[in-house]
């Protein structure tokens, strides 16, 4: 029996793309915003040249970016990969609707509601760790802690490399 994943990467040039993970805090200092960008910038314009076709006419190698689109780092860096035209599939932890009620930022929910609708995929992450009631437990953490786990557990798992926006 062959194994095949519900998602699939496979880019419509039938290539396998170079798979980029995003992390990072949700509040991020106002006036860091542009310098932040233009870094994620530089380095997906920096990933885009080494996959650029080194033959004569050649396809390049397909870029996704994985992205929970949550607040700060995640939207920052979708709106970059926007910009430069690379696809981006929403990773997220719950449905839609629930989602984007977690929102208390009224601009924030309308940027979601834009930036899903351009997003070449959304799916909910699924639960790899199967076993939440003891993880809950051990963890002391909550429902929604532990979507948000398997989102990042998600990313870790599927990316080839991960954009981190920390301290």
Not at 15 to 30: A, C, Q, S, Y
Request: charged share 35%; net charge negative.
């Amino acid at each position: 029996m062959i194994y095949r994943r519900k998602e699939s990467y496979m880019h419509e040039s039938r290539k396998i793309p170079v798979v980029i993970g995003i992390t990072g805090h949700r509040n991020l200092v106002e006036e860091d915003k542009p310098t932040l960008k233009a870094r994620v910038i530089e380095s997906l314009k920096e990933i885009q040249k080494h996959c650029k076709s080194k033959e004569k006419g050649g396809e390049d190698t397909p870029i996704v970016m994985l992205n929970g689109f949550a607040q700060g780092a995640d939207m920052l860096c979708a709106e970059a990969a926007f910009e430069l035209g690379i696809d981006v599939y929403a990773v997220l932890p719950c449905e839609k609707e629930k989602y984007i009620k977690s929102f208390d930022d009224e601009n924030d929910k309308n940027k979601l509601e834009e930036y899903l609708s351009v997003a070449k995929r959304q799916f909910v992450a699924p639960d790899t760790e199967k076993n939440k009631a003891w993880i809950k437990k051990t963890a002391s953490i909550d429902d929604e802690s532990y979507e948000y786990r398997q989102v990042g557990i998600y990313l870790a798992e599927h990316s080839h490399i991960l954009i981190a926006l920390w301290d």
